[in-house]
């Protein structure tokens, strides 16, 4: 399950009126090998693809990709505004550390 604070789910709602985005889009989350700590979060904007796992919440959707499920499972998606960074943010429970940029992380170790 992928969890959206009040703040992420307000800023997707956002997001989506504002890019005119068709019905049944979401906020697409997947994971992809890269970045500076092993793997990188991808994001964005899109429909679902067949066997992506759809969460909703007060009417916004995350839709996590098929081969990303596992590595996102129980994770919690904020959204940050500070004078630095600003963007969606993840808590992942399955990153040992995330790099400085909080874009890419490196997965616990499984054995």
């Given at each position: 399950?992928?969890?959206?604070?009040?703040?992420?789910?307000?800023?997707?709602?956002?997001?989506?009126?504002?890019?005119?985005?068709?019905?049944?889009?979401?906020?697409?989350?997947?994971?992809e090998r890269g970045g500076c700590a092993?793997?990188?979060?991808?994001?964005?904007?899109?429909?679902p693809s067949e066997g992506d796992q759809?969460?909703?919440?007060?009417?916004?959707?995350?839709?996590?990709?098929?081969?990303?499920?596992?590595?996102?499972?129980?994770?919690?998606?904020?959204?940050?505004?500070?004078?630095?960074?600003?963007?969606?943010?993840?808590?992942?429970?399955?990153?040992?550390?995330?790099?400085?940029?909080?874009?890419?992380?490196?997965?616990?170790?499984?054995?």
């Open positions: 399950m992928i969890q959206l604070t009040d703040n992420a789910v307000c800023q997707l709602r956002r997001l989506l009126t504002e890019n005119d985005a068709p019905a049944g889009s979401g906020l697409r989350l997947a994971i092993g793997l990188q979060y991808s994001m964005r904007v899109a429909q759809i969460f909703t919440r007060d009417g916004v959707s995350v839709i996590v990709a098929a081969d990303s499920l596992e590595m996102l499972d129980g994770s919690q998606i904020d959204f940050v505004d500070s004078l630095n960074d600003s963007g969606f943010k993840i808590e992942n429970p399955h990153a040992a550390r995330s790099c400085g940029c909080g874009t890419s992380f490196e997965p616990k170790s499984t054995g």
